[in-house]
């Protein structure tokens, strides 16, 4: 922030903030990915340790559930169980045992990747540049394209699976030759139908990146108005930017809270949707 006030500039600022820690294949002068074999190792990080978190919570949670006087925190964790259930018997045909921990992982999971974005834009940067001399870093990884389309990826072989398992591999491949026009239309169905697959990932992935990209660019543009007016204004005035900055900022964290756990629960939804469809052998 300050390197934006002092002259460092609104470009250079908002560029730092939005690239990675690239190691591999990176390009020495844009710390941009050049190639396959280039690793965000922030992005990495950040969804790693927010996993490791979920699991070592479930880990100490499991160990002390009561039944006769629940905790307030067991008390939260059992109604947000209760609402994926729900969701997944309101959606999903059938039953998959899988479903259900599938989905409840992927909301909290996705949520607490997206609520990073809560934390002050300078904040984390800042610090592992004065501890460990970090230059670039990015705290939250659904803001890379890399992370949501992982996602995305993961939930679409799980399609391709259970569509194979469930309709069998000749089944599978009728869908391609004979929906949705019967088979007079078979080249126009196999377009159609490849069109309908591809779409599956694409609208996963692409849909939480823009969102959360679009949240953070928000956060960071939010914070250069404050920053720049704040050094350049005087006294009176910086405390006059330096206040909107606060308030502009707890608006849009306010708002910002329904939008991330809005795509969570879209993510998981369109999982629960796209698996299901899986199961129906008819489709």
Known sequence: MAEAASGGGT????????????????????????????????????????????MVVSWRLGRSLVSDTPSGFQNFVE???????????????????????????????????????????????????????????????TTDLSATFAMALVVFALIVYYNIKIKGPVGYLKMFLFHPFGKFFVPVNIVMSIIEEIAKPLSLGLRLFGNLFAGELVFLLIALIGGTMFVTAGLLG????????????????????????????????LTIVYLGMAHVEDH
């Open 11 to 54: 470009v250079q600022y908002i560029q730092h903030h939005l690239t990675n820690l690239c190691a591999g294949q990176c390009d020495p002068i844009t710390h941009k990915a050049t190639g396959f074999w280039a690793l965000h190792l922030d992005t990495i990080f950040f969804s790693y340790a927010l996993a490791a978190l979920i």
């Open 79 to 141: 109604t947000i169980v209760d609402f994926v259930a729900q969701q997944v018997r309101d959606t999903f045909p059938g039953h998959n045992p899988l479903i259900a921990p599938l989905a409840l992982t992927i909301f909290v999971w996705v949520w607490l990747m997206n609520a990073m974005d809560l934390i002050p834009v300078d904040l984390l940067p800042v610090l592992a540049n004065s501890i460990f001399g970090i230059e670039y870093l990015k705290a939250v990884p």
């Open 238 to 269: 910086g405390m006059f930017w330096g206040g909107l900055q606060v308030l502009l900022d707890l608006g849009w964290l306010i708002f910002h809270l329904l939008v991330i756990t809005l795509q969570a629960f879209i993510f998981m939804v």
